[in-house]
């Protein structure tokens, strides 16, 4: 069956509309935490900050951003709570306000805190409902979810740019518009949510049977540290694109910043549309040979990438894009179907170790670049990939 096909039976499912209203959160979120690091150069200037201290600002975002994800997602898997989004959002709308009128670093600090642990409650909890809303065909729901998230990651700069930087930094008050639209769209979703528990309550009530785990619990933990490696090799090389792209076209190339960019949104692209792909190719073959093929099948086009001319540097970005982005609705979905209890917990940690590790390794690879040149960063980070052999070692749970 083509995507198209898929695409179409989601279309005709009764819970659509709840899919997208839980895409358009993911973008609208996404946005609002695009524009922390989007505001990094006039943040600098205003408060007249040194780098350090901007380094200390994304210690403390990722931290509350990565961390707090997997506790949220246990928590509410303990007991459920249908406003969890909506508290999300205020946390991060609170922290949008007080980054526009900051005045200190202190209180910097406090904002992007409250941004980050607004997006601690998002992704696990509406990664969650996606899950639950988007069943039997989970796959293209999440996709659909992710791609949400990566619009608003790609489109948050630009309307920095446009909105905030002829003007300053008060004018970030301006982005609670879309947190209102945020809120707007998560009416239904809310709504959807409270039925859904009441039925779940209702059938607990009649059915006091308990959900099996597919694997022992020995295999659980084993298999968990085969994709955290999988994420690791991803994310590693994910942030030496998303990070430096821009910096080694430019030194390489010597293509303008304003080129750089349009290339950079090429890449972006390729994110979205291997997206899509990846959770539909893994309700039909497995999450496993799709996990396996993403991130290994990204190794050819990584090690070639640092030999090449710019026509052919941009045609294998969007190659390695496309691939890597396809193997995370998979990998999420694949350790949700491993603990089928802990929908919430799974989630958070998984979008937590991700960011954590997008986080840590662009910190190093700036140390590095500094030390060894923007080149050698595409001649290392190309053999992260080949990591995605340790996919073999994954079970699969289609079988089972």
Not at 119 to 142: F, K, M, Y
Not at 276 to 299: E, M, N, Q
Not at 305 to 330: D, I
Not at 374 to 399: H, Q, R, S
Request: proline share 5%; hydrophobic share 50%.
């Amino acid at each position: 069956m083509s995507l198209v096909s898929k695409l179409r039976n989601v279309a005709a499912m009764p819970t659509f509309p709840i899919l997208l209203c839980l895409c358009a959160v993911h973008g609208l979120n996404d946005l609002l935490q695009a524009v922390i690091n989007a505001m990094y150069p006039m943040l600098k200037a205003d408060l007249d900050l040194s780098f350090g201290q901007i380094g200390l600002i994304t210690l403390v975002y990722q931290l509350s951003a990565s961390i707090f994800q997997p506790v949220v997602g246990y928590a509410f898997d303990r007991r459920p709570f249908v406003w969890s989004l909506p508290a999300g959002m205020m946390c991060t709308s609170v922290g949008i306000v007080l980054f526009a009128f900051a005045n200190t670093l202190s209180w910097i600090l406090v904002a992007v805190f409250m941004v980050g642990m607004g997006s601690s409650t998002l992704h696990p909890e509406a990664s969650r409902i996606t899950s639950l809303a988007g069943r039997p065909r989970r796959g293209v729901a999440q996709s659909v979810f992710q791609v949400g998230g990566n619009f608003g990651s790609s489109i948050g700069p630009l309307l920095v740019a446009f909105i905030v930087a002829p003007h300053d930094r008060r004018y970030v008050a301006w982005f609670l518009i879309f947190s209102c639209l945020a809120f707007m769209v998560l009416r239904p979703v809310c709504r959807w949510y409270s039925n859904y528990l009441a039925e779940v309550r209702t059938s607990k009530a009649q059915d006091t049977s308990k959900a099996h785990l597919p694997l022992s619990r020995q295999m659980t933990v084993f298999t968990i540290c085969v994709i955290v490696i999988l994420i690791f090799s991803k994310y590693v090389y994910i942030a030496s694109l998303s990070s430096y792209y821009t910096f080694y076209l430019i030194d390489k190339f010597g293509v303008s910043v304003s080129q750089s960019q349009i290339y950079l949104f090429v890449y972006v692209a390729s994110t979205a549309v291997g997206t899509l792909v990846g959770g539909p190719f893994g309700d039909r073959y497995g999450r496993k040979p799709v996990i396996w093929i993403s991130i290994l099948g990204t190794a050819p086009f990584s090690l070639l990438l640092p030999h090449v001319g710019l026509p052919m540097t941009v045609v294998l970005s969007f190659c390695a894009g496309f691939m890597l982005s396809s193997a995370f609705p998979a990998i999420l979905l694949y350790a949700q179907e491993l603990l089928p209890t802990k929908l919430g917990m799974i989630s958070g940690l998984f979008f937590g170790f991700a960011f954590g590790v997008g986080g840590v390794a662009s910190a190093m690879l700036g140390d590095f670049a500094d030390k060894y040149g923007i080149e050698a960063v595409y001649n290392i980070c190309a053999y992260m990939p080949l990591l995605g052999i340790v996919a073999a070692f994954l079970p699969d749970l289609k079988k089972k």
